[in-house]
T-cell receptor, first 114, second 114 residues
């Protein structure tokens, strides 16, 4: 069975500092990986996705994630965070043969402090 | 705006009651998914419909049921409500059932059972 583990429930960081949100997955077949962001009182928005090809994927707002098959990880990074990045971040996995549903991790709250 | 519409935004009801949550998917999307988000359980997949047919089932209680109508909107029915059913319920949609298609989420319905 698939599972996703987000290793940190909360990550406090100062503005303009780099950040890494960690995600590990478990699956015995080919996977597709996603990061979603949830701002307060809103739904989840897709941040970026890994489907195939280059293991480094980027979002339009400066986040990037690297798929590491040997370590079964898909960590999310940003070199310099802004106050507006404060939100909850969810890692999710799907796999070949799946119907399309996503399995989510428990989420990581990123708190950017001035 | 994801294009997924959920109503109502908030629902307050008493234990033992029954409620219906409604979801309209993005235009062109045939798959609808329901998720429950709570503090202790995180984001849990409940059920998926594709073009009117149930496609996948997750941790959905027997007191809960769902359906997708010919116009593709979906309803989640929760009955014999308990305090523990208080949560944020999300609907998401995707084009089909491909495992590499991202899901698009609505803003959720916050259910409070008193």
């Amino acid at each position: 069975a698939q599972s996703v583990t987000q290793l940190d429930s909360q990550v406090p960081v100062f503005e303009e500092a780099p950040v890494e949100l960690r995600c590990n997955y478990s699956s015995s077949v080919s996977v597709y990986l996603f990061w979603y962001v949830q701002y307060p009182n809103q739904g989840l928005q897709l941040l970026l996705k890994y489907l195939s090809g280059s293991t480094l994927v980027e979002s339009i707002n400066g986040f990037e994630a690297e798929f590491n098959k040997s370590q079964t990880s898909f960590h999310l990074r940003k070199p310099s965070v802004h106050i507006s990045d404060t939100a909850e971040y969810f890692c999710a996995v799907s796999h070949s043969g799946n119907t399309g549903k996503l399995i989510f991790g428990q989420g990581t709250t990123l708190q950017v402090k001035p | 705006d994801s294009g997924v519409t959920q109503t109502p935004k908030h629902l307050i009801t008493a234990t033992g009651q029954r409620v219906t949550l409604r979801c309209s998917p993005r235009s062109g999307d045939l798959s609808v998914y329901w998720y429950q988000q709570s503090l202790d359980q995180g984001l849990q997949f409940l059920i998926q419909y594709y073009n009117g047919e149930e496609r996948a089932k997750g941790n959905i209680l027997e007191r809960f049921s769902a359906q997708q109508f010919p116009d593709l909107h979906s309803e989640l029915n929760l009955s014999s409500l308990e305090l523990g059913d208080s949560a944020l319920y999300f609907c998401a949609s995707s084009v089909g059932t491909e495992p590499n298609s991202p899901l698009h989420f609505g803003n959720g319905t916050r259910l409070t059972v008193t």
